[in-house]
């Protein structure tokens, strides 16, 4: 959960899964010789395949607990990697960067609980009709009426006519989930233009880990210090956190910002091969055909912003808009 994401108007709805690069000085070399394709593909599939192992911790951890661990394990490194400065802020920019750690933590806590009642295919596929839609309603032209029918219908197979065949107390907190992620797109651009660098971020991940710690403890307990549990937790928070925004980070120094934002609506797909080769989560043809829908709509989406914007190469604004 999470990349770069967009501010309305003028990037990809799945340009943000909850992630968020590293600050400009990230290392690059090694990674680099991937190439940027090979760098996003990578970022995506380290995200979608932590989110399988973050559901295979959670009958140890609980959904809250492995939330906790995530966010405070990234929180710690940030931190340790930014070292932001405190002072010289005003009370607005206090306030954006709270809000945007409560959009953080929202978007974190819904889909882990989403993930904790239906596979991961379909909860990441609910997930981004929320940036889908803000990227649909920002844009006001007509075409994207299609992209919104497009994904609707994949909505409307993946829910069986009325989602008999998914849990939907995990559906609700999917859709929930994505409206956060929404929140998290506006707000992550509003804290990128106030904070240098990548501490907007760090700050606002030190937010969401402060609000989620008492959640944790209250689920989990002493479960979260031992030790396999712990390594775990950290394992989720370097494979869906720290490892893809460095690899994002290093792409989008390379790569037009729309071929990045189509890149990432291929989410739903990797989430559905993660879920199946880590979690042995089996899709039906329908529930792959509704997915691929999701997909076509996001791109499509990508596409008439990209047509709106002239194609013009520049970084997509998002959760550190600081250069990061």
Excluded at 4 to 16: E, F, K
Aim: glycine share 14%.
């Amino acid at each position: 959960m999470s990349t770069p994401s967009a501010t309305p108007g003028t990037s990809s709805p799945a340009a943000a899964t909850g992630h968020a690069p590293t600050p400009s000085g990230a290392p690059g070399g090694r990674w680099g010789a991937l190439g940027p394709v090979g760098l996003v593909l990578a970022g995506g599939v380290s995200v979608q395949f932590g989110a399988a192992l973050a559901v295979s911790l959670m009958p140890r951890a609980g959904a809250l607990g492995v939330v906790t661990l995530r966010l405070v394990v990234a929180a710690v490194v940030m931190l340790l990697v930014c070292r932001p400065r405190l002072r010289g802020y005003s009370r607005a920019d206090w306030g954006t960067v709270v809000v945007f750690g409560v959009a953080m933590a929202g978007m974190n806590g819904l889909f882990y609980q989403a993930v904790d009642r239906i596979p991961l295919g379909p909860a990441v596929t609910l997930e981004v009709l929320g940036p889908l839609a803000l990227s649909v309603l920002a844009s006001r032209r007509a075409v994207n009426l299609v992209w919104a029918a497009l994904a609707l219908a994949g909505v409307f197979l993946l829910g069986g006519g009325g989602f008999d065949g998914l849990d939907p107390a995990g559906a609700a907190f999917a859709l929930a989930a994505g409206a956060m992620w929404a929140a998290y797109i506006v707000f992550s651009a509003r804290t990128g233009r106030r904070f240098p660098q990548a501490d907007g971020l760090a700050l606002a991940m030190a937010v969401g880990a402060v609000l989620f710690l008492p959640l944790g403890i209250a689920e989990s307990g002493a479960r979260l210090v031992e030790p396999v549990t712990l390594a775990l937790g950290a394992g989720v928070a370097l494979l869906s956190s720290v490892l893809p925004y460095t690899l994002e980070l290093l792409a989008l120094r390379r790569m037009p910002a729309p071929t990045f934002a189509i890149l990432m609506s291929l989410e739903p797909a990797i989430a559905a091969a993660a879920g199946f080769l880590i979690l042995d989560q089996a899709l039906s043809a329908t529930q792959s055909a509704a997915i691929a829908l999701v997909i076509a709509a996001s791109m499509g989406a990508v596409r008439t912003q990209v047509g709106r914007g002239g194609g013009k190469r520049r970084p997509l604004p998002g959760p550190g808009d600081d250069g990061r």
